[in-house]
Structures are given as structure tokens and as C-alpha cells.
T-cell receptor, first 114, second 111 residues
Framework: DAKTTQPTSMDCAEGRAANLPCNHS???????VYWYRQIHSQGPQYIIH???NNETNEMASLIITEDRKSSTLILPHATLRDTAVYYC???????????????FGKGTLLTVNP | ETGVTQSPTHLIKTRGQQVTLRCSSQ?????VSWYQQALGQGPQFIFQ???????GRGNFPPRFSGLQFPNYSSELNVNALELDDSALYLC??????????FGSGTRLTVV
């Protein structure tokens, strides 16, 4: 799996958009960008994934640059409950039963302040 | 739908002992993975089971072993516990879909 680079920590004001960057300059053509988050004392939670087009779901938006070497996770209106460690992971698409492990780095600790 | 449940939530063991951790996968998920998360670090992949067979393993010694049962639940066994085995152990289940569903983990302390 390609390596990712994320800032160690970020702060965001409650109600504002949180933009979390991720660099993945060695990403392969068949690798997707996945985002997970881990709230203290819980297991990681899947947020969103994408290949090359921008994606949006009920939790967040994912913006992937045209060269696919970096991406940004956007939480449009951050709340205090969004305080967590956010992990950016690149890997091939899970096709069920295959050995497609998740390779976690240290992630970005996002702190949402009141 | 039920999520992934792990038991026990906390456990204290003595160095040299053996431990078994359990995981019930999310309904409909046939693949189970186990991860070890040391304090301040991201989770590290231990191994994965699919249809009761191990089909992938991370950089962990053989004293880490597992099982997957016909109902897709799973066990992680660790023999000859060492102090460095103290960590949060996470189970994740998946099927054909975008992401893995993680349990809340078992906090193992080895003293």
C-alpha cells in the first residue's frame, strides 16, 4: 500500500469547516483513498473513500487532486463530537475475502473547539 | 443490523500467560481482521480470516494465532504473553463493500 503523510494535529472552531489534508504521492492507479476516524476509546469508523472523482456522503466530502497525489477530507460543519484522530489510507478496493489490509499511520488529531 | 462486538472489554494478564479474545462480526460479513493498537500509535494489522482460513498476516510472531468459525465469529489467541503485548486489540469485519466495521476493542494489560 502506498504511504500517506498527514499533519500530526489540527484545530477547528465548532460550526466551521474542517479541512484535513493528506499526501499520497506514490499512489498507484488502482488504489483508492480511504478515510477513517477514531474517537477516543473506540474502534476506527469508516468515513468515505474515492478513486479520482470528488465524493460526498452524509458525513463528509472527499476532494482528490487531478494527479491523485493528495486529497482533502472536508467536514462541512464540525461539531465537538468530530474531535478524533483521522486516518488517510490508500489501498486497493476491498473485493471481499481478499487480503486487503488497512495500513494505518499515526493520523491527524483534529480538535474541535467550542 | 448488529455491529461488531468484542469481549472482554478489558483484561489483565501476567507475563507468560495465554489469552483468548473474541469477536462477533457484523451480520453478513464473512471476513474478519485483527489489529493491535499500542498507545499513541495507529492500529497494526495482525491477520485476516476468510471462510475459516487465514489469508493474510502482518509482521507478528506465531504465538499470535486465530480462528474463524462457521458463523464468521473469530478468536485471537496470544501465547506466552510479553509486556509489549499490552495494547488495544481491534476486530474488524467486512464483506464486499466500501469499508471495514470495527469493534470497540479489548484493552489487554500484561503485568
Amino acid at each position: 500500500d502506498a504511504k500517506t503523510t498527514q499533519p500530526t494535529s489540527m484545530d477547528c472552531a465548532e460550526g466551521r469547516a474542517a479541512n484535513l489534508p493528506c499526501n499520497h504521492s506514490t499512489i498507484s492507479g488502482n488504489e483508492y483513498v480511504y478515510w477513517y476516524r477514531q474517537i477516543h476509546s473506540q474502534g476506527p469508523q469508516y468515513i468515505i473513500h474515492g478513486l479520482k472523482n470528488n465524493e460526498t456522503n452524509e458525513m463528509a466530502s472527499l476532494i482528490i487532486t487531478e494527479d491523485r497525489k493528495s486529497s482533502t477530507l472536508i467536514l462541512p460543519h464540525a461539531t465537538l463530537r468530530d474531535t478524533a484522530v483521522y486516518y488517510c489510507i490508500v489501498r486497493v478496493l476491498n473485493s471481499g475475502g481478499s487480503n486487503y489490509k488497512l495500513t494505518f499511520g499515526k493520523g491527524t488529531l483534529l480538535t474541535v473547539n467550542p | 443490523e448488529t455491529g461488531v462486538t468484542q469481549s472482554p472489554t478489558h483484561l489483565i494478564k501476567t507475563r507468560g500467560q495465554q489469552v483468548t479474545l473474541r469477536c462477533s462480526s457484523q451480520s453478513g460479513h464473512n471476513t474478519v481482521s485483527w489489529y493491535q493498537q499500542a498507545l499513541g500509535q495507529g492500529p497494526q494489522f495482525i491477520f485476516q480470516y476468510y471462510r475459516e482460513e487465514e489469508n493474510g498476516r502482518g509482521n507478528f510472531p506465531p504465538r499470535f494465532s486465530g480462528l474463524q468459525f462457521p458463523n464468521y465469529s473469530s478468536e485471537l489467541n496470544v501465547n506466552a504473553l510479553e509486556l509489549d503485548d499490552s495494547a488495544l486489540y481491534l476486530c474488524a469485519s467486512s464483506s464486499r463493500g466500501p469499508g471495514y466495521t470495527f469493534g470497540s476493542g479489548t484493552r489487554l494489560t500484561v503485568v
